[in-house]
């Protein structure tokens, strides 16, 4: 069973940036494809990165070029650098991991973590 604990949500400016975190125990981090996937108020959960054990990224066409997912296998962290944040950004942000080698859906991803709170004003 793998655990996901998020953290580096919080209130910023639009323009600003955000770095969240997401470190996870429990299994073989190195093998699972991770994930970062939203939840804006009143929308359904949305894929929004992924990358691959191989270190492959993969992006929702609304952050590209805004946002970075990379991740630190000697950690077990994966990280969603986030610049240029707009309003719409505003949500929960989810890290996953899923046993499969890709995920870009967030019906993909096997195991969550209990989110963090990204809120961008205008």
């Known amino acids: 069973q793998v655990q996901l604990v998020e953290s580096g949500g919080g209130l910023e400016q639009a323009g600003g940036s955000l770095r969240l975190s997401c470190a996870a125990s429990?299994?073989?981090?190195?093998?699972?494809?991770m994930g970062w996937v939203r939840q804006r108020p009143g929308k359904e959960r949305e894929f929004v990165a992924a990358?691959?054990?191989?270190?492959?990224?993969y992006y929702t066409d609304s952050v590209k070029g805004r946002f970075t997912i990379s991740r630190d296998n000697a950690k077990n962290t994966v990280y969603l650098q986030m610049n240029s944040l707009k309003p719409e950004d505003t949500a929960v942000y989810y890290c996953?991991?899923?046993?499969?080698?890709?995920?870009?859906?967030?019906?993909?991803?096997?195991?969550w973590g209990q989110g963090t709170q990204v809120a961008v004003s205008s």
């Open positions: 996953a991991a899923s046993r499969s080698s890709f995920a870009v859906r967030e019906y993909d991803y096997d195991y």
């Open positions: 429990g299994g073989t981090f190195s093998s699972y494809a």
């Open positions: 990358v691959r054990s191989s270190g492959n990224t």
